[in-house]
């Protein structure tokens, strides 16, 4: 069953340089269980698409269309087409969201457990006491040592890695059906990334919920993911089941992403190949394929077809494909 379903998502911030269209028609489905990966480089949309879904962007500076349909434990709703006030109800507590920086993403002011109890709170009438359990419980199964005694601790009290698993404790605290984790490694060193990550895995199958992953780091999305959606300048350019991916790329920037990463598989002979160029500006795509000017392959394509038409996302095996011209044949 989906969890969730977006379809034509678009997001565009007008600007006086021009309009930038940050998500350009992306559609994808989560599955109850399932973790879905989304990968590129800075600046792809991957953090923009999900700030829509938990309705986080400025109404006033933002545009967002098309839908995305949540199921809630009230039934079905379109994420994108209720008024802000109504998306409060659900935000936190049917779909909650891990940010990137949890320093700045904890209040410095109020303890770690007036956080935790507070977001309790605003989606459960119970007595303060039964929160402030609840806070300390989830404390205890993201691994914080003495949670009853930490709930009394300022965010700078904990290290970065504690942190993040304050920002995992708070983002579950009710049971939400889909988490977002918004680059939930970044800073933190490989151990405790690993142990992050372990982390977010468990508490997956004991809530029995989907998480999206948001991430450019390869290394992570293989040990992670169950599926993956590789965009690059606002679109999707291919997604595929995870050992799918990594063994059979359809899409050259994907393989250009795949390349760039060091593996234990492989002679260290030759140095790590790198994407050359820049991804292009938001505000002036390219007529054809966003990624032909860097594309090393654009030569086998006949008729200069990267270079003036938009490839469409095309099946190329069992639940994956690509938006790419080479290898459009095996989607016939």
Not at 60 to 89: C, E, F, M, W
Not at 97 to 114: A, K, N, R, V
Not at 267 to 273: E, F, S, V, Y
């Amino acid at each position: 069953m989906s969890v969730l379903k977006v379809e034509n998502l678009t997001v565009s911030f007008p600007t006086p340089d021009g309009e930038v269209r940050a998500v350009n028609d992306v559609s994808f489905t989560v599955e109850a269980g399932e973790t879905l990966a989304i990968v590129g480089e800075s600046g792809s949309g991957k953090t923009v698409t999900n700030l829509a879904l938990m309705g986080l962007l400025n109404s006033h500076s933002a545009k967002v269309s098309g839908s995305a349909v949540l199921q809630t434990k009230s039934g079905p709703v379109d994420l994108l087409a209720i008024d802000s006030n109504d998306l409060r109800q659900y935000r936190g507590k049917d779909i909650a969201m891990i940010f990137q920086d949890p320093m700045s993403s904890l209040h410095p002011y109020y303890t770690i457990g007036d956080q935790i109890i507070e977001a309790h709170q605003v989606h459960n009438q119970v007595d303060i006491e039964v929160s402030r359990a609840r806070a300390a419980e989830l404390l205890g199964l993201v691994g914080i040592p003495d949670p009853e005694s930490r709930l009394a601790s300022f965010p700078h009290q904990f290290s970065g890695g504690m942190r993040q698993r304050v920002m995992i404790a708070m983002a579950l605290v009710n049971n939400p059906s889909l988490l977002i984790a918004d680059e939930p490694t970044t800073a933190l060193d490989v151990t405790v990334q690993a142990q992050i990550l372990r982390l977010l895995k468990d508490l997956q199958k004991e809530f029995k919920m989907a998480i999206i992953l948001i991430t450019h780091d390869l290394g992570v999305v293989a040990g992670a993911a169950d599926k993956v959606n590789v965009m690059y300048a606002g679109r999707i350019v291919e997604s595929a089941k995870v050992f799918d991916l990594y063994a059979n790329p359809s899409m050259p920037y994907t393989r250009g992403l795949l390349d760039s990463v060091p593996r234990l598989d492989r002679p260290h002979t030759d140095r790590l190949l790198a994407i050359p160029g820049q991804p292009p500006s938001m505000i002036a795509l390219p007529a054809g394929c966003s990624f032909a000017p860097r594309c090393s392959r654009i030569t086998e394509v006949s008729g200069n077809r990267c270079l003036t038409q938009m490839p469409e996302l095309t099946v190329r095996g069992d639940g994956h494909t690509a938006r790419c011209f080479i290898g459009e044949r095996v989607s016939q």
